[in-house]
């Protein structure tokens, strides 16, 4: 006779995996399911404390979000579990792991929709999970409001500038003067698609209006320059650059990163994108930010000499030319902000430096760990791990990790 615990826990779901499916005890992948759900025999779930009523009409076929079934406490679980994985998965352990941040609902302040057109009908969405096919939004749980109120109108607007059986993107932000809109492979014809655009831009107090018809964007409305604001300091915005998912879980980040610098010095901060850690950290200390983006490393230089900051900004390629030992060990503390494939040539050269404090901010937990890896073989201890959910309900999981030598 088999053991009736054993029974119970080869049908019962026991973790969330990295793509979000449940798994059993005996290592079934199910999907849309939550800790504690029981799976029978004939492949019938019974929802245990843990599995939540989706918030959203559109779940689970809308490809925004993969974990709406799983209670606050699942979910928080799953954001922690991804990096203590990942990092296991590499042989390195955190001496802390902290609480996580978990970005609340409606709070997404940068989106990427679809759009398609099909004779009179305009469908604006995310993709359906694992297919091509959008779905056509009513109702969306993590956009900002301010956001998700543009998608009604913008079907209008569309069936003006969008060809027939095209596809186009829908890409906005929210910036210190409202939100942004980037509108591609759209095509503004007559004198009425193009005093639509500007009836919209009035009409919803656009920030900005840019389109793209395939030949680059065009700013089409913009009655102030639009800037997005760190640490008090206002920077240019180019058109849908990037920004952290979240006012909060920016907040969050920022928080970690501030916290681990050592009281003076000078900080390096590579990735540094528009100045997101540069300028909200390095207040009241030098600075050196280094990005291979022109437009936007040049953004951060003229933001931070309007407002006397002590930065030096370097337009440069991390990856083919990172910064050396001799040049790193100039800084009491290097700020890392990689990109998804994480940042191993810096980091390899990292090893090989003396910086004391590393504050490492991933959007990867599994290219973190590799990273990490490198780091703690070379001396680094690497003292606490902060996971972040900016992304809510999906299994896209950041973090700030803080190594010291």
Known sequence: MTDSKTDSE?????????????????????????PGDRVLPDGTVVFGVHHAQPPCTHFPACGGC??????????????????????AGQGVTAA??????????????????????????????????????????????????????????????????LPDKRAAHVKMSLIDQGVDLLLEGVRVEG???????????????LARLTIDEGDGPQTRWEPDAATISFGGVPVAFPPFSFLQATPDGEAALTDAVRAALPATGAVADLFCGLG????????????????AARDVILQLKMAAGRAQRRLAADHRDLFRRPLTPEELNRFAAVIL?????????????????????IAYVSCNPASFARDAAHLTAAGYRLESVRPVGQFRWSTHVELVGIFRK
């Not at 993969?66 to 990092?87: N, T």
């Not at 970005?103 to 398609?116: K, Y």
């Not at 850690?277 to 990005?291: H, N, T, W």
């Open 276 to 291: 997101t850690f540069a300028l909200a950290a390095g207040e009241g200390r030098p600075v050196y930010a280094a990005e």
């Open 337 to 357: 902000d990689p990109p998804r494939a994480g940042a191993r040539e810096q980091v390899l050269q990292l090893a090989k430096a003396d910086v004391p404090t």
């Open 191 to 205: 004198l009425a698609a193009d005093e639509g655009l500007g009836d919209f831009a009035r009409m919803h107090g």
């Open 96 to 161: 802390t792991v902290l609480p996580p941040h978990l970005s609340p609902p409606m709070t997404r302040r940068r989106a990427s929709l679809r759009a398609a057109r099909a004779g009179k009908r305009v469908t604006i969405g995310f993709a359906e999970e694992g297919s091509h096919r959008l779905i056509d939004l009513q109702m969306c749980a993590v956009l900002d409001p301010r956001l998700f109120a543009l998608v009604d109108p913008l079907r209008s607007l569309l069936a003006l500038i």
């Open 10 to 34: 080869a049908d019962s779901i026991i973790r969330i995996a990295a793509r979000g499916d449940g798994v059993t005890g005996n290592g079934r992948h199910v999907p849309l399911t939550a």
């Open 66 to 87: 993969q974990l709406q079934h799983l209670d606050e406490e699942s979910y928080a679980d799953f954001v922690i579990a991804r990096v203590v994985g990942a990092l």
